[in-house]
């Protein structure tokens, strides 16, 4: 058999494909493991901030300075808005947002969470919640450009603008 | 005669000393703030641990809430603990009585910020190594040590001058040498600038890494010690001799240990806060 120059054999090009498949699994398994880190790691902050949210809250202090995670969110929840799915103009289904099953489980009524989305499903994955009857305008602040400063009058939580 | 059962004096004396001493132990225990020390010294621990691991471990450090006290409280807020400065000071020839206590207050700022800079390695070890963005785009991560307050008696004192602050630096010693040095490795203090304490309002103390990205421009620190990063690098011996080695002169290192007004901290353009509320 000869073998021309320049033309890729069968063999070779099942080699490169298998290589290409082998650097994509590598480059996805270690791109999961570094996403999987940080969350862990600003889940840790996380806990740290709602937990100092709350202790001010129950200190009646006028405001509380929130540094970390960026880009998560503080929602009370149930969030009082209802989620809906149209089709075109047809209206499909309408739900009340409920709890995170992370609140429903303890048996609270109301809660608190700093979630990496602001997503009842989500927050489940990876948020943190405690017990309140606080309430925020809108359900949800996120933390976006840390420091936030929000200002707490009487269980109402609002961001200060800056 | 001696009875079965009875106590001797030698035994009396001894039971009494054993129990005055464990009753000293306990007190001596309870009262020197050793809870204090630990969250310091985890969080020291951790950041040695994180510059010595290989995939980056997770830092574990707590801003303390501290209410300078002169015998009040600090309004409206929680503090984790409280510095109590002595407002009966006598004053001496050189010295007034407001100087004198000033300068207490001074003193336990300055110490705040000794334990800040040896808690995050002074200036000698990488704690935010890692893979992510920001070693395209540069980062900025501040690390808040500290918050402080004043309580009402403290304020009526109205402010400190900057100079005074300087002053106390150099006067007070910290191991071998002054806090000044500690803390910025240099004499001259001409080459740090800071602003004047309100006592009235309230304060950060911050130190930080700022790194140079692939491509953008280092972020950037002019409000950090009121001045520029080229000058920050021609005059902190840190920034010379513990450069980090990653990218070289793409590294801008570590930032000297500061105190910002808390309104002010936006100014300093921080990327990421990685000390737990």
Redesign the interface.
Known sequence: MKNRRGFLLAEETLKIVIALICISFLIYLLTSL?FK??D??DL??AK??L???V??IN?K??SV????P?GWVIGVWPHDTTKRIWYYLFLLSETKIGLPKYCENLGWDRCICICKKDDQDKCDDLGFCLESDSKIEGGAIEIEK??ITLKIDGGEITKVA? | MKRKGELTTQQLVTLIILIVSFGIILFLIFNLGLGETTNKEICHNSVLLKSKSVVGGVLDCKINYVCISGGGKCEGFNEDYTLDIDMNLKPTEKKTKEDLIKEEIMKAIANEMADCWWMFGEGKVDYVKGIDWSKITGKKVCAICSRIKFDSEIKELGSIDSSFFKKTLIDSKKGGDTYFYYLYGIHDVSKVNFEDIDLGEEYIVLTGVAKKGFFGAAKDIDNWLLTGVDLLNSWIPYFKEHKMADYNDKEYGPLPVTIKKKEDIDKLTCTDFITKA
């Open positions: 570094y880190n940080k862990s790691k840790e902050l740290a901030s937990e100092h949210l202790n001010e200190a202090a006028p300075e929130i540094y970390n960026k840390p420091p800056k």
